[in-house]
């Protein structure tokens, strides 16, 4: 545990570095840029009850979702269409509880999040399916689900769910009895942050303490040894994990809608299921760690916006990081891997 | 009668310009996935090209563009291998990284280099030539055979990788060590060399297609501007089965349903719902995953991490 | 030049003194085999005594550490395999190396440069195995061949280089009676003309059916190199199974408490394996509490299908079986069928169970487990939280056998249980699978090590091509039972 923490921050320094080596080379001063960042990121109420965790929540949900996939030997690489479908699935309900008003607030809700859950969990059901059926690699099809998953919304925003006056490519907006509650007064933290920890909580010990967490962490340790030595039923443990990794990138999207954008578009997901997979990797799948590292790249983002507002420093710089920081784990992880093996015997 | 004629060699040409960046990544992404190797970083390859293209051709010439835009696609597609093929780190993980890395690096340098979303940047581009008496076939020659030179290298690498891949020991080679490394191993064929290679070379032919895009297309570089060509390049691939010609007839599809929306907006049907059709072959592609015979299936050593059976 | 007075003047491959190590144990001690050419010779051996060792460093594929190999009577070091094809070694493995997905032609092209054209390759497929006498279609899918088709494309890959001496490593093991009797007709056929085909095996039938010279190893050494013409399989299997084969070993008293009902049976049991071949071909046998029968086999004979259908893990295609809900099963791949390698060691003994249990993980019920399996079965762990990856080959396997063990399931079946484990380890799985006896468990394992079984078991089935016969406990007898020999007749079943 501890050397998992020590590891993490010798990354950390490692990425940091790199940004500082990127900023000079880009002619920008490191020490105004970087002090930009921190106080963005941590520096102000706004940025410690707002910017930052406003952006980890998509993040933390969307990366329990990879974790709990990964973790069951699944490449789920769908996130982000799971996570589409997730929001337009809310999206619908709210059109038709607006359309219909004088619903209680909470229920509607809970209709739109378990909708998310819904619509998430049987996106990545047809390709948890696909797998099953037709040995059809998952890497590929949910790749080819977020594509679908994308051209899907561009039609609903343009179609059935566009805002009545037919101007914008967007769903009309969430009136804001239907907003998830806000946790702080003036803040826009929202709900999805105890949902968020609440899920990654349950994950954990679900995974940890549970019999069909440990049949689900066996499978992916190890399929052969899980059928052959436990004989469990592998098609239905990856089955489950499958849908389960879905419905959560569903609900992410379902919170992220009723929580932040309010309203359905194209460019709905910056690519939130592809920073899902890098952030459960610096989790090293631990649901837990998804928590933090979800905060971190919440901090990051935030900082990175602060940034190019306050030094001028372009703030896609952070990607950058983001991507020296999967590198970095996956070096390591190899390099572990490759000395493990030759001090064994 | 005259529109019609219009609007179909209207249609094709956008067909054809819409297919040229994706099948030059396709083509690559075609090679890479033979030699067992997916790469889901030729977003990532594709956003450098179009940057290196933007700058060369700025600061020399629109030839250089292409050259600097093929070998910025080769440097970050570098990476890729040092991290796949030579660690055998997992090859999702380290695409999306590489992704990720690329859109960050390229914004970067974009926006110190040319301002904060400032001054539209204009580059020098290369304009349609037209073959010589092809060009004259009615409806074809127009959309076919009127283009930037590119396309015509689309044209010509489509039956060359065949050749090479089917007619040569080394495309033998690079089939084999898709499928089953340990048999090329056997036989002498390094499947390190050969996947190295093979991830070269799609990282050169996804920075084409960025410099496509630049250079024969927008005539500047916008951040995004690769707008998921490096995924819809994995499809292509699959629904091409693997085989560079299927690629090609893959690649005209998809450039297809994307010119769709300016065939209808010229004829002013707003209503119809393009994005659907836009989501047509990705569907067809999941239907061929799933029904494909044998022989149209994935390299069976495709993704894998190890090049030894246990 | 060591001619040993064989009629033709120069030997084509002569090895002599051949010495291998694998770590601390030598495969091969000073082992020779002299290779006349237009001959086919026979190598002979049980399992582990050196045949397929021996022939690899002739392949190029190991490295001597003693010994010389004369190639045409000139000594020759060859460095790697690609080198003995050039000089005209070719060797067909167990194990083929082709690419399923590529066509016939295809595979026999790969490795070479230039420009492949599809019909002088296929042109040249059909020479070399029209000129040899074997039946192989070019254009044909090698994923759609029979394993017979497959072994003859790799012959032809090997003659597409023009070997003068062919090396065939367990060539019938994979192959139905139909075509293991084409095989060796040709290999006949093939030396007739004039090269070389050295036959690995244990069939002595095989090779006395066909063979020209034979040579046999034990241990590592040559204990037999002759023609085959007058030797008979009595002598074969003697210098095979040395001094034991004449000194009957002297079988065990009955033990003392007599076996207790049947737990573990089978009746006409036919199965396949993953690639369709039937190996069970009708298997009927009875495992009674409070014994350990052994079974004795050659590779291939069909024991990895027959040990999965009684540990329950291999639904039979035909018969009735019936194996009890608590059993032990402990495989021969501990790493690929029976650990999570990165997982802590307490996680591993809590895989036993893992279909079953439902609800909440006890973990503190499953680490006390662990502890008290690492302290009775001695493995040499820090703690329960240690990964089983930390652990030596042989702590591995004491986890394993401690899991499968504790908790008294009523049969434990086990599969080569100390493969790869130095003497210590072998000796305490031996004790762990006798106390489980006693305690009344019926026992079933398999070894490849025939003394192994030997020693172990209480009763004796002898598994060949499918099928398994009650064998006595003699050695001689089993030996021959395996190897495809006559059953001696009138073996009395205890």
Not at chain 2, 271 to 281: D, G, N
Not at chain 3, 378 to 386: G, I, L, Q
């Amino acid at each position: 545990m501890i050397r998992v923490v020590v590891q993490t921050l010798v990354l950390l320094a490692v990425a940091l570095v790199t940004l500082v080596l990127l900023l000079l080379a880009t002619g920008h001063a490191p020490g105004p840029a970087l002090s930009a960042m921190a106080s963005g990121a941590f520096g102000s109420s706004y940025a410690l009850l707002s910017a930052t965790p406003v952006r980890a929540i998509p993040l933390a949900l969307a990366g329990l979702a990879v974790a709990i996939a990964f973790r069951a030997g699944i490449l789920n690489v769908g996130a982000e269409g799971q996570l589409l479908v997730g929001a337009t699935a809310a999206a619908c309900v709210a059109a038709l509880a607006m359309a219909s008003p004088g619903l209680p607030a909470l229920l509607v809700i809970v209709a739109m999040l378990a909708a998310g859950t819904l619509a998430g969990g049987l996106w990545a059901g047809i390709a948890a399916w696909l797998r099953a059926r037709f040995g059809v690699l998952e890497v590929i099809s949910t790749i080819m689900l977020n594509l679908i998953a994308h051209e899907l919304v561009g039609y609903l925003v343009r179609g059935p769910l566009q805002e009545p006056t037919r101007t914008n490519p967007q769903s009309s907006t969430l009136v804001e009895a239907l907003h998830l509650p806000v946790l702080v007064e003036g803040s826009r933290l929202h709900a999805g942050l105890l949902l968020a920890i609440g899920l990654a909580v349950l994950a954990w010990w679900w995974l940890r303490n549970t019999a069909s967490g440990f049949r689900l962490r066996a499978v992916g340790g190890n399929a052969s040894a899980a059928a052959s030595a436990g004989r469990v039923n592998v098609p239905r443990v990856v089955a489950g994990a499958f849908l389960t990794s879905g419905a959560l990138a569903g609900v992410a999207g379902a919170v992220q809608y009723s929580g932040v954008t309010f309203a359905m578009y194209e460019n709905f997901s910056p690519g939130y299921g592809y920073k899902a997979i890098a952030v459960a990797l610096l989790a090293r799948l631990n649901p837990l760690g998804v928590l933090v590292a979800a905060l971190l790249f919440g901090a990051l983002e935030a900082g990175a916006n602060a940034m190019e507002r306050d030094a001028g420093v372009p703030n896609v710089v952070v990607s950058v990081v983001e991507a020296a920081l999967i590198l970095l784990v996956v070096a390591a992880d190899r390099w572990r891997a490759r000395t493990g093996n030759s001090t064994r015997e | 009668m005259s529109d019609a004629l219009t609007l179909g060699t209207d249609f094709l040409e956008a067909s054809v310009r819409f297919a040229t960046p994706l099948a030059l990544a396709s083509l690559g992404e075609c090679v890479s996935e033979r030699a067992g190797v997916i790469n889901i970083g030729l977003e990532g390859a594709i956003i450098c090209g179009a940057l290196g293209a933007t700058v060369a051709a700025g600061a020399v010439g629109v030839g250089f563009g292409f050259a600097a835009g093929a070998l910025a696609g080769v440097a970050i597609a570098a990476l890729f291998a040092l991290f796949t093929v030579w660690m055998r780190a997992d090859q999702i993980i380290t695409g999306t990284a590489i992704t990720l890395l690329a859109a960050g690096l390229t914004g970067t340098l974009y926006r110190s280099t040319f301002g904060v979303s400032g001054v539209a940047l204009s580059t020098p581009t290369i304009g349609a030539t037209a073959v010589p008496g092809l060009s004259a076939i009615p409806l074809l020659g127009a959309s076919l055979f009127e283009q930037p030179v590119v396309t015509y290298l689309v044209y010509a690498l489509g039956p060359l990788i065949t050749w090479w891949m089917f007619r040569t020991h080394a495309g033998l080679g690079l089939r084999a060590v898709g499928e089953r490394p340990q048999a090329a191993i056997a036989a002498g064929v390094s499947p390190r060399l050969t996947q190295t290679f093979a991830v070269l070379f799609a990282g050169a032919m996804a920075g084409l297609a960025g410099a496509t895009l630049v250079l024969a297309q927008a005539g500047t570089f916008v951040e995004e501007m690769s707008s998921g060509r490096g995924f819809i390049a994995i499809a292509i691939v699959v629904l091409g089965r693997w085989h560079p010609m299927g690629v090609l007839a893959a690649s005209l599809l998809f450039g297809a349903a994307q010119s769709l929306d300016t065939v209808f907006q010229s004829m002013g049907w707003r209503e119809v719902p393009y994005q659907l059709f836009l989501a047509i072959p990705y569907l067809m592609t999941l239907l061929v995953l799933a029904f494909a015979s044998a022989r149209a299936r994935a390299p069976a050593a495709l993704g894998q991490r190890e090049l030894t059976e246990k | 030049m060591t001619a040993a007075g064989s009629p033709s003047p120069v030997p084509l491959l002569s090895m002599d003194g051949i010495t291998h190590r694998f770590g601390p144990t030598a495969a091969l001690d000073s082992a020779s085999l002299v290779v006349r050419p237009g001959t086919v010779h026979a190598v002979l051996g049980e399992n582990g005594a050196g045949k397929t060792t021996l022939l690899r460093v002739a392949f190029g594929m190991l490295q001597p550490d003693a010994g010389t190999l004369r190639w045409r009577g000139v000594v020759t070091a060859i460095a790697s395999p690609s080198e003995a094809l050039r000089r005209g070694i070719g060797m067909v493995h167990q194990h083929f190396t082709l690419v399923p997905a590529m066509t016939v032609a295809e595979n026999v092209a790969l490795g070479e440069r230039g420009r492949y054209d599809p019909s002088r390759a296929a042109a040249r497929v059909r020479d070399v195995a029209g000129q040899s006498g074997l039946t192989l279609d070019p254009e044909a899918r090698v994923g759609a061949l029979t394993v017979g088709a497959q072994q003859r494309c790799e012959i032809v890959k090997a003659l597409a280089r023009n070997v003068e001496l062919l090396i065939l490593d367990e060539p019938t093991a994979v192959l139905a009676p139909q075509e293991a009797a084409e095989l060796l007709a040709w290999t006949r056929r093939y030396a007739d003309s004039g090269h070389a085909v050295v036959l690995i095996t244990h069939k002595l039938r095989d090779a006395l059916g066909v063979a020209d010279d034979v040579t046999v190893l034990r241990r590592g050494r040559t204990v037999l190199a002759t023609p085959a013409r007058g030797v008979t399989e009595s002598d074969l299997t003697a210098a095979m199974l040395g001094e034991d084969a004449s000194t009957v070993r002297a079988v065990r008293a009955a033990r003392g408490v007599m076996a207790g009902p049947v737990v573990l049976s089978a009746r006409d049991v036919r199965a396949r394996d993953s690639r369709g071949v039937e190996r069970l071909r009708g298997v009927t046998l009875d495992v009674r509490a409070g014994e350990i029968v052994g079974i004795a086999a050659v590779e291939g004979a069909g024991q990895q299908q027959l040990l999965r259908v009684l540990a329950g893990r291999l639904r039979p295609d035909a018969g009735a079986v019936v194996v009890p809900e608590a059993i032990g099963f402990i495989p021969e791949d501990r790493h690929h069928d029976a650990l999570v390698l990165d997982a802590p060691l307490y996680e591993n003994v809590a895989l036993r169970d893992a279909a079953a249990r439902g609800g909440h993980m006890r973990w503190d019920v499953l680490r006390e487990e662990t502890r008290s399996i690492i302290g009775s079965y001695d493995v040499r762990t820090a703690d329960e939280n240690s990964s089983a990856r930390s652990l030596s080959g042989g702590n591995q396997q004491k986890l394993v056998l401690g899991r499968e063990l504790s908790g008294g399931p009523a049969a434990i079946v086990a599969e080569n249980p100390s493969r790869g484990l130095d003497f210590r380890a072998t000796a305490a799985v031996h004790e762990q699978l006798r106390l489980a006896r006693d305690r009344g468990a019926a026992v079933v394992m398999y070894s490849s090590d025939l003394d192994e079984v030997l020693l172990l078991a209480d009763r004796v089935y002898a598994m060949h091509d499918g099928v398994v016969h009650e064998t006595a406990r003699d050695r001689e007898a089993v030996g021959r039972a395996i190897l495809g020999g006559a059953l001696p007749s009138g073996v009395s079943v205890p």
